[in-house]
């Protein structure tokens, strides 16, 4: 298998298409040149972008029989994936590169190119160790690479993203999955939580010139965005202290 063997997926769907134009723009920002195709995971609205292929999968009946329609339009062996509402500013693309080329030769299922918290792992290499069967999220595709047709027998019909993420942690145990040691291989604006907008990237974004003509999803207030972050400081510190009794 060869390093030209993998495609780039942008997971999202039209509703989501106030993103795209940002998010394809600062992809390819990131990584000129980029030598692997580039796919839209849409419905029927076109992206009108030459850089990247709409998959036009038809209507949206969930997230998974969705997303295989998608990857059956995609010849490649392996996929990588990035989310619509993920901007990215920066590659280390000559590590992204390295962890591309150890993935293929050493033939992995899944390699996660962001690190995996709450994670002890065992040691693959000086750049990658391999996610125990009891990782969170260990199922999740954001800055994943992971081999297609794995991928489409770990889908469940029927199931939405957070099922696959949960339940597909059960079915995928007998699979192995590495993780990356390095934290910042890719740097990004995370867009949109639970249908809103988070202030700080959508200011981010109107000051770099997007109008976000056709924009359907509210703004975060200040003190929502408070709330969010107090959960999750609190989600991080409990799965911290868990993680100690492993």
């Known amino acids: 298998m060869q390093v030209d063997d993998i495609a780039i997926v942008i997971l999202s769907c039209d509703k989501f298409k106030v993103t795209w134009k940002p998010c394809i723009d600062h992809f390819f920002n990131a990584w000129p040149g980029c030598p692997h195709p580039v796919y839209l995971l849409n419905n029927f609205t076109s992206s009108e972008d030459q850089r990247v292929k709409d998959l036009m999968v038809g209507d949206d009946h969930n997230w998974s029989d969705t997303l295989k329609k998608g990857l059956l339009k995609i010849e ?13 500013t920066k590659f280390n693309l000559e590590e992204v590169k390295l962890i591309f080329k150890i993935a293929i030769e050493n033939d992995l299922d899944s390699v996660a190119l962001r690190k995996k918290e709450f994670d002890r792992g065992k040691r693959f290499n000086e ?14 595709l954001f800055l994943n690479l992971i081999k297609k047709d794995l991928l489409l027998n770990l889908l469940k019909s029927g199931e939405n993203a957070w099922q696959f993420e949960k339940d ?10 590495y993780s990356v040691y390095e934290t910042k291989l890719i740097t990004y604006y995370h867009g949109i939580v639970k249908g809103k907008w988070l202030p700080e990237t959508y200011t981010y974004l109107k000051n770099k010139g997007y109008l976000l003509n056709g924009n359907t999803f509210e703004n975060y207030s200040k003190f929502q965005v408070f709330n969010l972050k107090i959960y999750t400081t609190i989600f991080y510190v409990i799965q911290k202290f868990l993680h100690l009794f492993k």
Do not use: E, W
Request: overall charge positive; hydrophobic content about 30%; proline content about 3%.
């Open 168 to 177: 597909g942690n059960i079915r995928n145990k007998n699979f192995d999955f």
């Open 127 to 140: 750049k990658l160790y391999k996610l125990s069967p009891t990782t969170k999220y260990r199922n999740s």
């Open 76 to 88: 490649k062996k392996r996929i990588f994936f990035i989310f619509d509402d993920s901007f990215i």
